[in-house]
């Protein structure tokens, strides 16, 4: 089921108006014009809307993409409520579907964005009750909806490797990102051939003048191959400590113990079994054990015990910087992440980690971006 807003092709044809112009003077400013031509013309698809889903959406409509479709099968719960914004009390929308209920609060951050409501996450996230999607039908709605980037909040692994590889068969670019109470991650899958505009490292602002804007290229792997990788072999001790695999081995233990039972943690229980999965992972990346002798008891802790709960602040901070980035993705303007980031809100601290990603090769031609 759809409910849309929007014409069934979502690019916009022509130059940015003058009334586009005024609203987005300042980005068009910091981005250029091509940029922010890019970033109008371009279609985000969003699944699932829970907290962090609301805080990207709100930074990518402010910052004027073309179209945005959302999708989530669910209905709003008492407990969404406090979780984020887009669901207000007041207006009596418990029991609506949440697409629906949260539909004039992102229509009224910015009129110019074109939105679409899906009341259902089929055919890329099966739905209780309903026929399961086959990939031909996950492909054939991409195409038909021309989906520039698919992000995936809140998902379990599963689902996000399974929508990861239509993406790959379609050449749509991908995120995949969550939020367990303090703590997060991104992912992103830009694909084998993606392209940048950034300053050349060899630029010397002192001597050189304007700054050049360079194109770079970087492949990047798809999420079931990357998160094959051991991105930390070989690293010293100063550099294994910096790169803080424990946090990365927390997460992925997590999705395996989400697999293995079908739902998140929610109690002590789970230490255990999450500390021995995190454990694993560190052994095949092979990570020495004088440099981390055991995995991050209290992030497991938390994980174990709060990994079901959202709350707002993390999803503030952690939308803003995958907003920011599926931003950069779509006006190919500096480098984006790549390709694993894990946040954690207690430290205050997030790092990232190039789990199967090839070097960025600066492009023999500058260019004015």
Same mark, same amino acid.
């Given at each position: 089921?759809?409910?849309?807003?929007?014409?069934?092709?979502?690019?916009?044809?022509?130059?940015?108006?003058?009334?586009?112009?005024?609203?987005?003077?300042?980005?068009?400013?910091?981005?250029?014009?091509?940029?922010?031509?890019?970033?109008?013309?371009?279609?985000?698809?969003?699944?699932?809307?829970?907290?962090?889903?609301?805080?990207?959406?709100?930074?990518?409509?402010?910052?004027?993409?073309?179209? &945005? *479709?959302?999708?989530?099968? =669910?209905?709003?719960?008492? %407990? +969404?409520?406090?979780?984020? !914004? /887009?669901?207000? #009390?007041?207006?009596?929308?418990?029991?609506?579907?949440?697409?629906?209920?949260?539909?004039?609060?992102?229509?009224?951050?910015?009129?110019?964005?074109?939105?679409?409501?899906?009341?259902?996450?089929?055919? &890329? *996230?099966?739905?209780?009750? =309903?026929?399961?999607?086959? %990939? +031909?039908?996950?492909?054939? !709605? /991409?195409?038909? #909806?021309?989906?520039?980037?698919?992000?995936?909040?809140?998902?379990?692994?599963?689902?996000?490797?399974?929508?990861?590889?239509?993406?790959?068969?379609?050449?749509?670019?991908?995120?995949?990102?969550?939020?367990?109470?303090?703590?997060?991650?991104?992912?992103?899958?830009?694909?084998?051939?993606?392209?940048? !505009?950034?300053?050349?490292?060899?630029?010397?602002?002192?001597?050189?003048?304007?700054?050049?804007?360079?194109?770079?290229?970087?492949?990047?792997?798809?999420?079931?191959?990357?998160?094959?990788?051991?991105?930390?072999?070989?690293?010293?001790?100063?550099?294994?400590?910096?790169?803080?695999?424990?946090?990365?081995?927390?997460?992925?233990?997590?999705?395996?113990?989400?697999?293995?039972?079908?739902?998140?943690?929610?109690?002590?229980?789970?230490?255990?079994?999450?500390?021995?999965?995190?454990?694993?992972?560190?052994?095949?990346?092979?990570?020495?054990?004088?440099?981390?002798?055991?995995?991050?008891?209290?992030?497991?802790?938390?994980?174990?015990?709060?990994?079901?709960?959202?709350?707002?602040?993390?999803?503030?901070?952690?939308?803003?910087?995958?907003?920011?980035?599926?931003?950069?993705?779509?006006?190919?303007?500096?480098?984006?992440?790549?390709?694993?980031?894990?946040?954690?809100?207690?430290?205050?601290?997030?790092?990232?980690?190039?789990?199967?990603?090839?070097?960025?090769?600066?492009?023999?031609?500058?260019?004015?971006?």
């Amino acid at each position: 089921m759809s409910d849309s807003t929007a014409p069934s092709s979502s690019k916009q044809d022509g130059q940015i108006t003058e009334a586009e112009a005024a609203v987005y003077d300042r980005q068009i400013r910091l981005w250029g014009l091509e940029a922010q031509q890019k970033m109008r013309s371009s279609t985000i698809l969003i699944v699932n809307l829970k907290s962090l889903a609301a805080e990207t959406i709100k930074n990518v409509v402010l910052a004027g993409i073309g179209r &945005l *479709i959302v999708m989530d099968s =669910e209905v709003v719960a008492p %407990e +969404d409520l406090g979780a984020g !914004f /887009l669901f207000r #009390e007041g207006d009596g929308v418990v029991g609506q579907k949440r697409v629906l209920a949260a539909l004039p609060q992102i229509q009224s951050l910015n009129p110019l964005v074109k939105v679409t409501p899906m009341t259902t996450t089929s055919p &890329l *996230i099966n739905v209780a009750g =309903e026929e399961p999607s086959s %990939e +031909d039908e996950m492909d054939a !709605f /991409l195409r038909k #909806e021309e989906i520039d980037i698919v992000c995936v909040t809140d998902a379990s692994k599963e689902d996000m490797l399974r929508i990861n590889a239509s993406c790959r068969r379609t050449s749509t670019l991908f995120y995949g990102a969550g939020g367990y109470a303090f703590t997060g991650y991104i992912f992103s899958d830009l694909g084998p051939s993606c392209e940048y !505009f950034a300053t050349s490292p060899l630029y010397k602002a002192e001597t050189e003048g304007p700054k050049p804007s360079v194109k770079f290229h970087v492949v990047t792997p798809s999420m079931a191959h990357g998160l094959e990788q051991a991105p930390f072999k070989g690293m010293k001790k100063g550099e294994t400590k910096k790169a803080n695999p424990g946090i990365f081995a927390s997460f992925m233990a997590l999705w395996d113990y989400e697999s293995k039972h079908s739902k998140l943690p929610s109690s002590e229980d789970a230490v255990e079994e999450i500390t021995s999965s995190a454990a694993a992972y560190l052994k095949k990346w092979e990570v020495p054990e004088t440099y981390l002798p055991s995995p991050p008891a209290e992030l497991i802790s938390h994980l174990a015990l709060q990994s079901t709960h959202e709350f707002s602040p993390t999803s503030a901070i952690l939308g803003g910087m995958l907003a920011q980035d599926l931003l950069k993705a779509m006006a190919k303007k500096d480098p984006p992440l790549l390709n694993f980031c894990a946040f954690d809100g207690m430290s205050a601290v997030a790092w990232v980690a190039r789990f199967g990603v090839g070097k960025a090769e600066e492009v023999p031609v500058v260019a004015n971006a």
